[in-house]
Structures are given as C-alpha cells and as structure tokens.
C-alpha cells in the first residue's frame, strides 16, 4: 500500500516538475494552471503560475523544495492556459487553453 501512495506522489512532483523543465526551455512563455484545493468537503480556487522553470501559486503557499509536492494539499487541475511572456496591458498574449494535463507535457504544444 505505500509504494502505491510514494509512486502516486511522485507522480504528482515529477508532473509540475516536468511542466517546469519544459518551461525553462522556452523562456518567453507563462502556463497558468487552475484547479481546486479539496479542503473539508470544500473547494478553495487554485492557481498556480509557471514561469522561466519555477512554479508560483497567487492563491496558495507553494513549496520550493524539488523533494516536495509544490502544494502539500490534495488538490485537482481543471484548465491549463498558455500565454507569451511578458504579459502586457495593451495586446493579448494568450495562446491556447486546454483541460487535458498531459497536453502541455509535450513541449510542441508551448510554441
């Protein structure tokens, strides 16, 4: 029973692990992620911002440590949205959106 939850959870670090490799390798672009903290029968919003290989949560502390789930919550992805850096006021800079997590695992699908 434990391999079990120590392989669930690594699939967990290396999933947003993996998103950030992919983002360091293409610096000029922002992934936002949006889901849920599942917290006592309640939903809390969560999101998460990947930039230049670092995660960053607006909603939630996030943990730094490679070793650790960046959030320690249990939480669930519901929408990826990709855009190009830098953000800017005046134009759009989205580029996609998509709800399948494994999608942004490839790296084509950032450019």
Do not use: C
């Not at 990826?80 to 830098?86: E, S, V």
Request: glycine letters at 2%; aromatic letters at 10%; proline letters at 4%.
């Amino acid at each position: 029973m434990e391999e079990t939850l120590a392989s669930q959870k690594m699939k967990e670090i290396d999933f947003l692990n993996n998103l950030e490799k992919i983002s360091s390798l293409i610096p000029n672009r922002i992934l936002k992620i949006e889901g849920n903290i599942l917290n006592k029968n309640q939903k809390e919003h969560l999101e998460i911002i990947i930039f230049k290989g670092f995660s960053s949560s607006t909603t939630h502390p996030i943990e730094i440590d490679l070793e650790k789930k960046v959030i320690e919550s249990k939480y669930i992805i519901t929408n990826f949205k990709l855009y190009k850096a830098p953000l800017t006021e005046t134009k759009s800079n989205f580029i996609r959106e998509n709800q399948n997590p494994v999608f942004f695992l490839n790296k084509k699908n950032w450019i």
